[in-house]
């Protein structure tokens, strides 16, 4: 009994402090584990690495790491890190849809959990990076993690859309490449429209999402939090930093119209 390496993400609902109402308390904590059953129902019985997800009042500690019978291989953690930020950004674009915004920071390294409870640095660090660095509503990675992911993301897409590939040309034509870590005055953040700016639409469960309408449902959810505060609120540099951010999201498809659902289902 140790602790593991483990990419433990930190996940609060922005907001919500006073809100009692039960209707609403459980809407959230129905949007975490739905979302993290929609990601277990698309895993291999292969697969090498778990996923467990802990929801507490409108927070939530999510920790992915490498089951205790995988066969190691040193390209695991690269794969274990992807797969985890991937599947946060799914997490992120439920509860976008459901009219909440998010902030969150995660960390990997060392972190013990059972059925009962979790420690470790890793969380401590994903708690520190969303309670005192992250600030606005983003999601930020630990320096370490996010120099990490990011170039392992970029690597993947730099080979993917290289002439060298064999099906480059039957590849969608896009006017630029998304990218899952986004790098912003030396801070690294997890893209929480990836999938949309990617695919323009997809299917989680029983839900449908597409690029242009989670724009419109978080513009809207935004516009409704600037008229609760006045100008002098600093809640409201907040909200303006999110309502760029989104603005500037765009889908990277030249047809994103002709483009097919990307499924996970639940």
Known sequence: MTYKKTVVTFLDILGTKDNQDFESKY????????????????????????????????????????????????????RLIQVALFNTTLTTIRLLSEGYLVRGGISFGDAYLDDLSFFGPAVEEAFILESKKAVTPRILLSDSLGKCAKLFADKAHLECYSEANPIFNSLP??????????????????????????????????????????????????????????????????????????????????????????????
Not at 42 to 70: P, T
Not at 190 to 206: D, K, V, W
Not at 219 to 243: F, G
Request: hydrophobic share 30%; glycine share 2%.
């Open 173 to 266: 034509k896009r006017s630029y490449i998304p990218e899952l870590i986004q790098q912003q005055n030396n801070a690294y953040l997890l893209n929480p429209f990836y999938i949309l700016e990617m695919e323009h639409r997809m299917q989680m469960g029983s839900h449908e999402f597409t690029h242009d309408e989670l724009k419109s449902s978080v513009a809207s959810t935004i516009e409704a939090q600037l008229h609760q505060y006045p100008w002098e609120n600093p809640v409201r540099s907040k909200l303006e930093w999110m309502r760029e951010y989104v603005a500037n999201s765009r889908c990277s498809l030249e047809h994103p119209d002709s483009s097919f659902a990307m499924t996970r289902e639940s």
């Open 27 to 78: 809407k959230v904590h129905r949007a975490f584990h739905e979302s993290m059953r929609d990601c277990q129902a698309r895993d291999r019985e292969e697969a090498s690495y778990y996923r467990k997800v802990y929801s507490f009042s409108d927070c939530a500690y999510i920790f992915h790491g490498l089951r205790e019978n995988n066969d190691y291989q040193t390209n695991e953690e690269e």
